[in-house]
């Protein structure tokens, strides 16, 4: 029986999307930007310790080769070449942090997270002096918290008027970045110490350990990462576009460990053959882009111009607001970052950056916590049945306020209850918090920049709901728009790709980008409807704060215990009272006896 013959489409483009919870291989068409095929991999975090948040590297790795095997198999079952595939992208979870060693491979710990949100006040557990670590062969993961003790003792060597850690990275010293977690592995593990002292470390965010291994790794992998995630590391001088001397002595990090840094945009190395993929697909493919999520987000959906913004709604959301070839210093909470650089000679774009640390996680939280649905899906049933929430606020303040109010001291409140709220009134409520949040970012990067904002471009796996959509649209008084193919991040590091010098598959001028189809959410919703609804959230939120008020240094614990004197009181107040008890029983028994 003869072969069947092989669909022709154009160039394709792959794009790894490394995640903190999964991995997937995604196959484009880059002229008209259709996804044809994908495959996901779910991946663990491990938990060692409270706050302590890690993955295996190896783990994540092998995710990405069995996602482009099943990938490259979905597509010969659909009858398309891979060989037509002319590049890889790489987009990933910024600031995680892997140390492995050059001459064999093998990571030195697992991934270090940052925490859920950036910021100048992250309320955090914090690790106590002579914890042990676990083992080897890890990774620390976004959003870990254990550097705090670290960024409290490296925040009393900056003077008070002159941070320049933020003016030459745009970033607060925070546990969020790759610096501080970067300390405390060399710090805490005795392998990383002793690799670098023996010169065979090599440090990376999930990007750089992802292209160093599937070039080659020990023989002859590339070890580089972008402007994007060098960005996040809190290493990097996003003036320059150079690691900086002074912030690598200051935190004490040996310039030699460190990737060198390229575009976004370039062909970075070619994809060796692997033991893990059969036939060793693709090898030969050039990977030529790399972007961290949130900028491959940005990319993919052409927010090119100065002014134009998206936001991404997953566990937390991330607004991100291009603001062109300058830097754009907040003075309202928000982080500075560059956004991309699209070739070795192109120019560089920067954007402001917030973050809402609970989104999807509020719903998630309605579901795990309280039990009022069985599936995420189901809120938007909920919030469908009543359309309102008859007055009643949820400020999920689970573990403090984030920007733009960087408050440790608050915690999450329901508010408004009637004898009338039911589970419905606070579903909806649940969605308008995510949208009234999102409003105070923009509000704050709309102080920062200047231009308010004609529209909002949204992507991520909340906006299929539609009753959140509308929410938001109404809260901000301006459209909302959604993009009817959801996978912008991916689709951000494939044209990155594509594109690329050598490559040439995907062009980025604006007359050639294929139109999008959309949809659009307009506010239904008065002016002044919208704002007196905005101004009780504010309110809401005011009551959210000061309700932590003390809490032990060294472990975070809130226990009475944390105080010695008060412990000590505790304690004596306790043996007096059991020794009243056993006095007044001897008595009693004493008069039976008489």
Request: overall charge neutral; aromatic content about 8%; proline content about 5%.
């Amino acid at each position: 029986m003869a072969a069947s013959k092989k669909a022709v489409l154009g160039p394709l483009v792959g794009a790894v999307d490394q995640g903190t919870s999964s991995t997937r291989f995604l196959v484009f068409n880059s002229k008209t930007a259709e996804l044809l095929s994908h495959h996901q991999v779910e991946i663990k975090q491990e938990f060692p310790r409270e706050g302590w948040v890690e993955q295996d590297p190896k783990e994540i790795l092998h995710s990405v080769y069995e996602c482009i095997e099943k990938t490259c198999e979905k597509l010969g079952q659909l009858n398309i070449d891979i060989s037509n595939i002319k590049a890889i992208g790489v987009s990933n979870q910024r600031e995680t942090t892997v140390v492995w060693d050059k001459l064999t491979g093998e990571p030195l710990y697992n991934a270090v997270a940052a925490p859920v949100s950036p910021g100048p006040s992250v309320p955090v557990a914090v690790v106590p002096s002579g914890s042990s670590v676990p083992a080897a062969g890890t990774s620390s993961v976004w959003l870990d918290l254990r550097t705090q003790s670290t960024v409290e003792s490296l925040s009393k060597r900056i003077p008070g008027n002159n941070n320049f850690v933020k003016s030459k990275t745009g970033l607060p010293l925070s546990t969020y970045f790759s610096a501080v977690k970067l300390r405390w592995l060399l710090d805490n593990v005795r392998e990383v110490q002793k690799a670098v002292e023996e010169k065979r470390a090599l440090f990376g965010t999930i990007d750089s350990w992802l292209i160093w291994s599937l070039t080659g790794g020990v023989n002859g992998g590339v070890h580089c990462t972008d402007v994007t995630n060098a960005s996040r590391t809190m290493l990097f001088n996003i003036h320059s576009l150079e690691w900086d001397k002074q912030l690598c002595e200051f935190f004490g990090i040996p310039m030699e460990i460190l990737p060198n840094v390229r575009s976004s945009s370039e062909i970075y190395g070619l994809m060796k053959i692997s033991h893990s993929l059969k036939a060793g697909a693709l090898e030969g493919v050039p990977i030529s882009g790399c972007l961290g999520d949130q900028s491959a987000a940005l990319v993919g959906q052409m927010c090119f111009q100065n002014g134009q913004a998206k936001n991404t709604y997953g566990t937390g959301c991330f607004l991100l607001c291009n603001t062109g070839h300058k830097c754009v210093f907040s003075d309202h909470g928000l982080l500075t970052t560059v956004a991309y650089k699209l070739g070795r000679d192109k120019p560089v774009y920067y954007a402001l950056e917030g973050s809402v640390a609970i989104a999807g996680a509020v719903i998630r939280w309605l579901r795990d916590n309280l039990g009022i649905i069985k599936t995420s899906e189901e809120i938007e049933k909920l919030a469908k049945e009543v359309g309102t929430s008859y007055g009643c606020y949820f400020v999920p303040a689970f573990s403090g306020l984030y920007a733009p109010y960087w408050e440790p001291s608050a915690r999450g409140i329901i508010c408004g209850l009637t004898q009338f709220t039911n589970k419905c009134h606070i579903a909806f409520a649940a969605l308008e918090a995510v949208c009234f949040q999102t409003r105070e970012i923009l509000d704050a990067m709309n102080r920062d920049c200047g231009i308010p904002l004609s529209h909002l471009q949204v992507d991520g796996g909340m906006t299929s709901n539609k009753i959140l959509m509308q929410l938001q649209a109404d809260i901000l008084y301006i459209p909302v728009v959604k993009p009817s193919m959801p996978e912008t991040t991916a689709l951000g590091a494939a044209m990155a790709a594509g594109a690329a010098e050598g490559v040439g598959v995907w062009s980025l001028e604006p007359e050639d980008l294929s139109a999008v189809t959309m949809e659009r959410f307009e506010p239904q919703i008065n002016a002044e409807e919208s704002e007196i609804r905005y101004s009780t959230w504010k309110k809401a939120v005011m009551k959210s704060m000061g309700w932590v008020t003390t809490q032990s240094p060294e472990s975070g614990d809130p226990s009475i215990f944390c105080s010695l004197p008060l412990g000590f009181f505790i304690v004596s107040s306790m043996v007096m009272l059991i020794g009243a008890r056993y006095i007044s029983g001897s008595w009693k028994i004493n008069l039976r006896s008489n």
